[in-house]
């Protein structure tokens, strides 16, 4: 009977569903009309009807006082089997069977099994009207012993699991909000860059229609960014759809500013299309086109090359810049909230890395100190091996 109740229970899926199953498998087991199963509520602190097969209690929760809640709890958690309710006058059985009335005279002795965890008390399952009144075998009160520890195992596991799942929210919360948070750090970025060099160059028209352009493009940037934000519970993940990589490069590249003294260039083949998300693919090749201008300093060159090889389309982004230490690239390179930026959030190659492996792909890195970078993405072409 306690394996047949344990793979009921299993096809339970959240409280609720353990409560009202248990109740409905503890009524058929031991022929009993009214089972009620009382939990206590977490968020208020009462003790509160989960289940019943009591006909005038299954559309009402019944509350116990905040003062009765908690001479009746810590009544549930100093008993650790099953008892009967109408033997013993405590202060605190008076008034839980007040909450639990037999409807039937003849339904002989109610009785309660503790759903109780080592010090913890989750509540408790209540039997009356059983039909012919008769009495509970030892054998009939171990198995609702045994009853008992598995509904406060499940639920136990429930709770546990939701808690976990929150967490996980939390975390993929503030996840996506560092990296919403970094991309917006890129485009103010930008716009400094420009506004820095508005006074100096405002009588160039040339000048002044970059400048225009630049801010136009940040201001996209940012209307892209809030959109794809909004959108995210009706389309969470990425948005894919048949893309040209050489498209994205240069459309990214368009994205940044350049810096003087900076020579960025593109050495772009012809490569198959690809599956992917573009503005997630922008993002990557933006975070590392500005990680590679950062680390030249005041003068150097950047290399954005493409192309097809071994079934994998190639992105790598060069830099001749002051490159970095084993020590560094195994340690700290794609580890998120670190950097070595006074003002950086130590977010960019992770999230960038992020986005790539969602994507079938894969990042890989060379370094040297004091001859330069180069970050190599890698996307698996359909079809081929």
């Known amino acids: 009977?306690?394996?047949?109740?344990?793979?009921?229970?299993?096809?339970?899926?959240?409280?609720?569903?353990?409560?009202?199953?248990?109740?409905?498998?503890?009524?058929?087991?031991?022929?009993?009309?009214?089972?009620?199963?009382?939990?206590?509520?977490?968020?208020?602190?009462?003790?509160?009807?989960?289940?019943?097969?009591?006909?005038?209690?299954?559309?009402?929760?019944?509350?116990i006082s905040p003062s009765a809640s908690t001479a009746v709890q810590a009544g549930l958690l100093s008993r650790a089997r099953p008892f009967d309710l109408e033997e013993e006058a405590e202060p605190w059985m008076e008034e839980f069977r007040g909450l639990n009335p037999a409807t039937f005279e003849t339904g002989g002795h109610r009785w309660c099994v503790p759903l109780r965890s080592g010090e913890r008390s989750l509540g408790a399952l209540v039997l009356a009207d059983r039909v012919g009144g008769h009495g509970y075998t030892l054998e009939e009160l171990e198995l609702l012993t045994c009853i008992g520890d598995q509904v406060t195992s499940v639920l136990l596991n429930l709770r546990l699991a939701d808690e976990v799942a929150r967490g996980r929210e939390l975390e993929a919360f503030r996840l996506m909000s560092t990296f919403f948070i970094h991309d917006l750090k890129n485009?103010?970025?930008?716009?400094?860059?420009?506004?820095?060099?508005?006074?100096?160059?405002?009588?160039?028209?040339?000048?002044?229609?970059?400048?225009?352009?630049?801010?136009?493009?940040?201001?996209?940037?940012?209307?892209?960014?809030?959109?794809?934000?909004?959108?995210?519970?009706?389309?969470?993940?990425?948005?894919?759809q048949e893309t040209d990589l050489n498209q994205i490069v240069s459309d990214a590249l368009g994205r940044v500013d350049p810096i003087p003294r900076i020579e960025v260039t593109q050495e772009l083949q012809t490569v198959p299309s690809l599956r992917v998300d573009k503005e997630q693919i922008q993002s990557v090749i933006t975070n590392l086109v500005l990680n590679a201008q950062e680390a030249l300093g005041s003068e150097g060159r950047v290399l954005v090359r493409t192309e097809h090889r071994e079934g994998q389309v190639i992105l790598s982004v060069s830099d001749n810049g002051c490159g970095m230490t084993p020590a560094f690239m195994n340690d700290s390179l794609f580890r998120p909230f670190q950097s070595t930026k006074k003002k950086g959030l130590g977010i960019g190659l992770f999230q960038s890395r992020t986005i790539v492996q969602a994507h079938g792909g894969r990042v890989q890195v060379e370094s040297e100190p004091g001859k330069g970078t180069t970050f190599q993405v890698s996307f698996p072409v359909r079809g081929e091996r």
């Open 187 to 240: 485009a103010a970025a930008s716009l400094n860059l420009t506004l820095k060099n508005l006074p100096k160059h405002f009588d160039d028209p040339a000048f002044r229609g970059d400048a225009l352009r630049a801010v136009g493009n940040t201001a996209k940037r940012i209307d892209d960014m809030i959109a794809r934000l909004s959108a995210l519970r009706e389309r969470p993940g990425a948005s894919l």
């Open 1 to 63: 009977m306690w394996s047949l109740f344990s793979r009921q229970l299993a096809h339970a899926t959240d409280q609720a569903g353990v409560c009202e199953a248990s109740a409905r498998s503890v009524a058929q087991t031991f022929d009993v009309l009214s089972v009620s199963i009382w939990l206590v509520d977490e968020a208020t602190g009462r003790l509160v009807v989960g289940a019943s097969t009591a006909s005038q209690r299954a559309d009402t929760v019944r509350q």
